[in-house]
């Protein structure tokens, strides 16, 4: 059983920066895509971005430009850098990771989510 635990959220002002971490541990298999979700109030989950092991990364389009997300994959950790924050980005970060089981397939687990909030 995979468990990720996020860290790195918080209350930060318009404009302002916050770096997100998410680390697996618990997997006996390679962990393949890692990326970010968030979900603001009264809105769906979306994609923030996602990175590959080997580092290929995809971002959202409101985000670009402003975030960044990078790996240690040693650590089997993801961070999301955030900067140029804004109110829009307010709501609670997903951290999701995919355990690739070869040709059986795999298993996506999600963490508990952190707490973004922009505001004055």
């Known amino acids: 059983q995979v468990q990720l635990v996020e860290s790195g959220g918080g209350l930060v002002q318009p404009g302002g920066s916050l770096r997100l971490s998410c680390t697996a541990s618990g997997s006996r298999f390679t962990i393949n895509n890692m990326g970010w979700y968030r979900q603001a109030p009264g809105k769906e989950r979306e994609l923030v971005a996602a990175i590959t092991s080997d580092g290929r990364t995809n971002y959202a389009n409101s985000v670009k430009g402003r975030f960044a997300i990078s790996r240690d994959n040693a650590k089997n950790t993801v961070y999301l850098q955030m900067n140029s924050l804004t109110s829009e980005d307010t709501g609670v970060y997903y951290c999701?990771?995919?355990?690739?089981?070869?040709?059986?397939?795999?298993?996506?687990?999600w963490g508990k989510g952190t707490l973004v909030t922009v505001s004055s």
């Open positions: 999701k990771a995919r355990e690739d089981w070869g040709v059986r397939g795999g298993m996506d687990y």
